[in-house]
């Protein structure tokens, strides 16, 4: 009786456990609760199980963890409200990772056009590639005048940056990153003078010749040195011009989405948050 009644105590403490946990947020150390309390009770594979942990692994942000949970559950799934709770954290995990797209086609087919979950995602795609902008009136003011805000903004085109740092500097000045151009300019530049420095000296002694075009002139230059500087200093400066020119332009992007769009963001985690939360039983 004594050890029935131990075990009703810590049943009923696992469960008041997880639940308080789930309420503070702590949802990494909730799921170890839960399972706990369903271990107490005799765990069955059963769908509901396997979708909570799943919805717990996924608010916790353990992805991986989610997604190998889903996986095995998926066969004991027998009702429609199932396999859309299982698209519902499909959904979430791939807007956790930035893919707009994904997470709405996992849901889409269990969503009518009027949700406003489904809405939210198609906005927030539309604002990060430019699209033409959805209705938003739906959404908090404060929401909506940061949207405003970011659509009156150009962002940069990283190929294009990239495209215009054939002339050392001018991609990261496109991106607005003007000590990364400065910097740039004047080593390309100057590896590129040393490069036709070395083309202009004569191989046989230490002078500089001045360019003309004979037969005389072009078998005397040292086209060994030419080259080594060339490939290995200005191809390579100029390879890393362009990199720092898409990298600039991909920073400057982040740092207006991140600026204008995480209110979106955190408007869109917030309503999968509470229907996830549902899914636990």
Same mark, same amino acid.
């Given at each position: *009786?004594?050890?029935?009644?131990?075990?009703?105590?810590?049943?009923?403490?696992?469960?008041?456990?997880? $639940?308080?946990?789930?309420?503070?947020?702590?949802?990494?150390?909730?799921?170890?609760?839960?399972?706990?309390?369903?271990?107490?009770?005799?765990?069955?594979?059963?769908?509901?199980?396997?979708?909570?942990?799943?919805?717990i692994y996924a608010l916790s942000k353990r992805n991986e963890s989610s997604i190998a949970i889903l996986d095995k559950g998926f066969t004991y799934e027998s009702s429609e409200e199932q396999m859309k709770n299982e698209a519902l954290i499909r959904s979430y995990l791939s807007f956790l990772s930035g893919s707009?797209?994904? =997470?709405?086609?996992?849901?889409?087919? @269990?969503?009518?056009?009027?949700?406003?979950?489904?809405?939210?995602?198609?906005?927030?795609?539309?604002?990060?590639?430019?699209?033409?902008?959805?209705?938003?009136?739906?959404?908090?003011?404060?929401? $909506?005048?940061?949207?405003?805000? /970011?659509?009156?903004?150009?962002?940069?085109?990283?190929?294009?940056?990239?495209?215009?740092?054939?002339?050392?500097?001018?991609?990261?000045?496109? =991106?607005?990153? /003007? %000590?990364?151009?400065?910097?740039?300019?004047?080593?390309?530049?100057? %590896?590129?003078?040393?490069?036709? *420095?070395?083309?202009?000296?004569? &191989?046989?002694?230490?002078?500089?010749?001045?360019?003309?075009?004979?037969?005389?002139?072009?078998?005397?230059?040292?086209?060994?040195?030419?080259?080594?500087?060339?490939?290995?200093? %200005?191809?390579? @400066?100029?390879?890393?011009? $362009?990199?720092?020119?898409?990298?600039?332009?991909?920073?400057?992007?982040?740092?207006?989405? &991140?600026? /204008?769009? %995480?209110?979106?963001?955190?408007?869109?985690?917030?309503?999968?948050?509470?229907? *996830?939360?549902?899914?636990?039983?």
């Amino acid at each position: *009786m004594i050890i029935l009644l131990l075990c009703l105590a810590l049943n009923s403490y696992s469960e008041a456990a997880y $639940k308080e946990l789930l309420n503070e947020g702590d949802f990494y150390r909730a799921c170890g609760e839960y399972k706990r309390f369903k271990f107490n009770n005799g765990i069955e594979d059963t769908a509901d199980y396997y979708l909570t942990v799943a919805s717990i692994y996924a608010l916790s942000k353990r992805n991986e963890s989610s997604i190998a949970i889903l996986d095995k559950g998926f066969t004991y799934e027998s009702s429609e409200e199932q396999m859309k709770n299982e698209a519902l954290i499909r959904s979430y995990l791939s807007f956790l990772s930035g893919s707009f797209s994904e =997470a709405i086609f996992e849901y889409e087919d @269990f969503s009518d056009g009027s949700d406003t979950l489904l809405m939210s995602l198609k906005l927030i795609r539309s604002l990060v590639l430019k699209d033409d902008t959805l209705p938003f009136e739906y959404l908090p003011d404060s929401i $909506k005048k940061q949207i405003e805000i /970011y659509n009156r903004i150009d962002l940069k085109n990283p190929l294009l940056a990239s495209s215009l740092s054939a002339i050392p500097g001018l991609g990261e000045a496109y =991106a607005g990153d /003007y %000590v990364a151009a400065t910097r740039d300019f004047m080593l390309t530049t100057s %590896v590129t003078v040393l490069a036709v *420095m070395a083309f202009l000296k004569n &191989k046989d002694s230490f002078t500089f010749d001045k360019p003309e075009f004979s037969s005389s002139y072009f078998k005397t230059r040292d086209y060994l040195l030419t080259y080594l500087i060339y490939s290995s200093l %200005v191809v390579r @400066f100029q390879n890393g011009s $362009k990199t720092n020119s898409e990298l600039s332009a991909e920073k400057y992007n982040t740092e207006i989405f &991140k600026k /204008y769009l %995480v209110p979106l963001h955190s408007y869109i985690e917030g309503i999968y948050r509470t229907r *996830m939360l549902k899914i636990i039983k």
